[in-house]
């Protein structure tokens, strides 16, 4: 079965520190970029940083950058989001997603999307709440 699995969601207050899992299973990440999204309350949900899965390549929104750090194992299995000095505006529910890297002749095409319709597969989301 394809699946994205999310973990490591929780209380937090700010100012401190949670690193969220992204577990796949049925998939290879190598071709794949990885993105963590984040719907906040009341909000839409908004991609925040993606990492290709081939070359280890980053980017962040900036909401979250320099404080955010996406990565992924050397198993090619995991991503994770290490989050630090978190904010009550962090608060939100957070999500992973998965989409194909290459093109129709299966070459690798390297390009950052975060639009939500072109993700191809989710996980069901991690609640992260921020105290004051």
């Known amino acids: 079965e394809v699946r994205l699995v999310e973990s490591g969601g929780g209380l937090v207050q700010a100012g401190g520190s949670l690193k969220l899992s992204c577990a796949a299973s049925g998939f290879t990440l190598g071709d794949y970029t990885i993105a963590w999204f984040r719907q906040r309350p009341g909000e839409e949900r908004k991609g925040i940083a993606i990492?290709?899965?081939?070359?280890?390549?980053?980017e962040y929104k900036d909401p979250v950058k320099g404080r955010f750090i996406i990565s992924i194992d050397g198993a090619k299995t995991t991503v994770f989001l290490q989050m630090n000095s978190l904010k009550p505006e962090d608060t939100a529910v957070y999500y992973c997603a998965a989409r194909w890297l290459m093109d129709s002749s299966s070459h690798y095409y390297p390009h950052f999307d975060l639009k939500e319709e072109s993700q191809l597969y989710w996980g069901q989301g991690t609640q992260v709440t921020v105290s004051s």
């Open positions: 990492i290709d899965g081939t070359d280890g390549a980053t």
